[in-house]
């Protein structure tokens, strides 16, 4: 194993050994606070560091200080320096790091609460921050309200699902979920 030689950390200027060349602090909470950029205790501490560029643009964070090799929410290692470890029997249920702020940014603990992936969706409806499109106004959709029609008149016919599937170049559950009325229930 390789020993690298002692550091001073960044933040607090304690002496360390580090894991590995690259590691310029302690701890994780000094590795966090290296990339945050704290207003006032009330507003929203933005994470400066690693943005996620696919979907929202949560703050996230390489870990080599807690569940090594993981990237993390920012705001999950907020909580974490913060109130510490999320209990384990949570990770069970799907616990999440939610933020009340809205701001996918912001990593002020004030602003963050524990929930569920349901509590987080029930969340954004309250706040009216759904923006469920269906239909056509998807812009992945492969079909539209014609075709539709045209799939349940032969759903009525009793074309195999697969079949039907084929013809329109969709799967087989898109299908299904035509005819059981859960997706396109709007024609």
């Known amino acids: 194993m390789k020993t690298f030689n002692k550091k001073q950390c960044r933040i607090c200027k304690t002496v360390f050994q580090p894991n590995n060349a690259k590691n ?14 704290k207003k006032s205790d009330n507003e929203c501490w933005l ?10 643009p949560y703050g996230r964070m390489a870990s080599q200080y807690w569940k090594k090799g993981k990237i993390l929410k920012a705001a999950t290692v907020s909580w974490v320096v913060h109130y510490g470890e999320i209990p384990e029997h949570y990770s069970y249920h ?30 954004m409806v309250k706040k009216g921050r759904s923006a469920c499109v269906t239909g056509i106004k998807n812009p992945s959709a492969k079909l539209n309200d014609k075709k539709v029609i045209e799939i349940r008149k032969h759903l009525k016919n009793k ?14 559950t898109t299908i299904l979920r035509i005819k059981q009325n859960t997706h396109w229930k709007h024609i």
Not at 28 to 36: D, E, I, M, Q
Not at 159 to 172: C, D, E, F, T
């Open 159 to 172: 074309i195999p699902l697969r079949r039907i599937a084929k013809m329109y170049g969709v799967g087989g």
């Open 47 to 56: 994470w400066l560091g690693t943005i996620n560029t696919h979907g929202l």
């Open 94 to 123: 799907g616990i999440c790091v939610l933020h009340k702020c809205d701001n996918p940014v912001c990593v002020n603990p004030k602003h963050l609460f524990l929930g569920t992936h349901a509590d987080n969706m029930n969340d």
């Open 24 to 37: 310029h602090f302690c701890s994780l909470a000094c590795s966090f606070w290296s990339k945050v950029d």
